[in-house]
């Protein structure tokens, strides 16, 4: 961000450019340069520091609770070879950055500051590509916290003073974790089952005893010696003369054990043994893409069948 600083310097009686340099920056700690200048404060040395110039350094990290997403999101994007990477949303991180300025006189000082200052107001949002392999981006704000500047007096009247400008910044970062490549589901079944549990308006499904005759599917089974005053009652969805098994849908009341049952069209009797408690399936629902060559990032629709029972 702050790579291509520059300062111009004129003649200050014609106005006309005599000088234009770049301010070099550096990542270090400001008690570094503090140190290097007030042992050589005239930098009279040979192996010399020449102002101005910049340094930055990161002071703290810290986690920011206010921009948690949910910790089950993820972003996916193809792969090669028909694969595709996914990888969790990132987690806020608060970075806090100081950029330390220095210069020999306070006009190269304000020159540098009035060049970062505009930008911030008091945020400058970049978007920058956090995850090169997944290819989305992100707005990623830089808070400017605070403006400091210092005039070092130090030594004689004839020494040479340095002034040094801080600028404190928060950036609003994301730290990701690793890349997966899982495998592409081609096809769904999802089959739905009733609860055997449920006793009324569900299908009950029972093993019968002694009795004779036939059930058909839909006709009315109800429990007792007449249809008028039966405690139970429901359609036939499934008969199996061989094993006496009979399922019993949109059920009415609570069917019991050792009690009779009758069927109202072909006046079949029989006598309920017992109850199965293992769970029917309903219904089976079928999706594949369409067609089932498709890859992550083509364009394609969606096969359904649902097959009831």
Same mark, same amino acid.
């Given at each position: 961000?702050?790579?291509?600083?520059?300062?111009?310097?004129?003649?200050?009686?014609?106005?006309?450019?005599?000088?234009?340099?770049?301010?070099?920056?550096?990542?270090?700690?400001?008690?570094?340069?503090?140190?290097?200048?007030?042992?050589?404060?005239?930098?009279?040395?040979?192996?010399?520091?020449?102002?101005?110039?910049?340094?930055?350094?990161?002071? !703290?990290? +810290? *986690? @920011?609770? $206010?921009?948690?997403? #949910?910790?089950?999101?993820?972003?996916?994007?193809? =792969? &090669?070879?028909?694969?595709?990477?996914?990888?969790?949303? !990132?987690? +806020? *991180? @608060?970075? $806090?950055?100081?950029? #330390?300025?220095?210069?020999?006189?306070?006009?190269? =000082? &304000?020159?540098?500051?009035?060049?970062?200052?505009?930008?911030?107001?008091?945020?400058?949002?970049?978007?920058?590509?956090?995850?090169?392999?997944?290819?989305?981006?992100?707005? &990623?704000?830089?808070?400017?916290?605070?403006?400091?500047?210092?005039?070092?007096?130090?030594?004689?009247?004839?020494?040479?003073?340095?002034?040094?400008?801080?600028?404190?910044? &928060?950036?609003?970062?994301?730290?990701?974790?690793?890349?997966?490549?899982?495998?592409?589901?081609?096809?769904?079944?999802?089959?739905?089952?009733?609860?055997?549990?449920?006793?009324?308006?569900?299908?009950?499904?029972?093993?019968?005893?002694?009795?004779?005759?036939?059930?058909?599917?839909?006709?009315?089974?109800?429990?007792?010696?007449?249809?008028?005053?039966?405690?139970?009652?429901?359609?036939?969805?499934?008969?199996?003369?061989?094993?006496?098994?009979?399922?019993?849908?949109?059920?009415?009341?609570?069917?019991?054990?050792?009690?009779?049952?009758?069927?109202?069209?072909?006046?079949?009797?029989?006598?309920?043994?017992?109850?199965?408690?293992?769970?029917?399936?309903?219904?089976?629902?079928?999706?594949?893409?369409?067609?089932?060559?498709?890859?992550?990032?083509?364009?394609?629709?969606?096969?359904?069948?649902?097959?009831?029972?």
């Amino acid at each position: 961000m702050f790579n291509n600083i520059s300062i111009v310097r004129t003649d200050d009686d014609t106005g006309v450019e005599i000088e234009r340099f770049k301010v070099p920056i550096l990542y270090a700690p400001k008690e570094k340069y503090y140190a290097r200048l007030q042992s050589d404060p005239d930098l009279s040395r040979e192996l010399q520091i020449s102002l101005p110039r910049m340094s930055f350094e990161m002071a !703290g990290i +810290s *986690y @920011d609770p $206010s921009r948690k997403q #949910n910790s089950l999101l993820k972003v996916g994007k193809s =792969g &090669t070879g028909g694969n595709v990477n996914t990888q969790y949303m !990132g987690v +806020s *991180y @608060d970075l $806090s950055f100081e950029l #330390n300025i220095y210069t020999r006189n306070i006009d190269d =000082g &304000t020159h540098i500051v009035e060049q970062i200052l505009p930008y911030f107001n008091p945020d400058y949002t970049p978007t920058i590509n956090p995850i090169s392999t997944m290819g989305f981006l992100k707005d &990623t704000p830089i808070i400017l916290n605070s403006v400091t500047n210092n005039i070092e007096h130090e030594g004689n009247f004839d020494a040479i003073r340095f002034i040094t400008w801080t600028l404190t910044f &928060t950036m609003k970062a994301y730290y990701y974790g690793p890349i997966s490549t899982p495998k592409i589901i081609r096809k769904i079944d999802a089959n739905i089952y009733n609860d055997p549990t449920l006793k009324t308006g569900y299908i009950t499904r029972m093993n019968l005893g002694t009795g004779n005759g036939s059930f058909h599917l839909d006709d009315l089974v109800y429990q007792g010696a007449s249809q008028h005053t039966s405690t139970a009652y429901g359609l036939v969805t499934y008969w199996n003369p061989v094993d006496k098994i009979l399922s019993i849908g949109s059920t009415q009341g609570q069917f019991k054990t050792n009690t009779i049952i009758r069927a109202a069209t072909t006046n079949a009797v029989y006598n309920i043994a017992s109850f199965d408690a293992s769970a029917l399936k309903l219904a089976n629902i079928h999706i594949e893409p369409s067609p089932n060559t498709a890859n992550p990032g083509d364009d394609y629709g969606y096969d359904t069948r649902i097959t009831e029972y």
